[in-house]
């Protein structure tokens, strides 16, 4: 199984770009599904879940500004940003959920994508 994140680039704060990641094997609709960032220098922070319901879970930071959505005929998630601002520029990471505890932990993820280079420029 493997997850491969697509969609980053260079846009201006306010803007706008969807991310999706597309995962191989049959089981995706069974897990929640995750997106994390990674800034240079800063570890790496939750941005939002999806479970398999369809239930969510998003950072305060990002709240009201990113959507996660998923099509389980697809097999890939999804993560609308839009206001994006300066500070959300970093490394976007997909990733499945296999663990029972915080959403927002990493260690609650087995697979990750590649990464994605979101950058919001001011």
């Known amino acids: 199984v493997q997850l491969q994140a697509s969609g980053g680039g260079l846009v201006q704060a306010g803007g706008s770009l969807r991310l999706s990641c597309a995962a191989s094997g049959r089981t995706f609709s069974s897990y929640g599904m995750g997106w994390f960032r990674q800034a240079p220098g800063k570890e790496r922070e939750f941005v939002a879940n999806i479970k398999w319901s369809g239930a969510s879970t998003y950072a305060d930071s990002v709240k009201g500004r990113f959507t996660i959505s998923r099509d389980n005929a697809k097999r890939t998630v999804y993560l609308q940003m839009n206001s994006l601002k300066p500070e959300d520029t970093a490394v976007y990471y997909c990733?499945?959920?296999?663990?029972?505890?915080?959403?927002?932990?990493?260690?609650?993820?087995?697979?990750w994508g590649q990464g994605t280079q979101v950058t919001v420029s001011s």
């Open positions: 990733a499945r959920e296999v663990g029972w505890g915080s959403v927002r932990s990493v260690s609650e993820y087995d697979l």
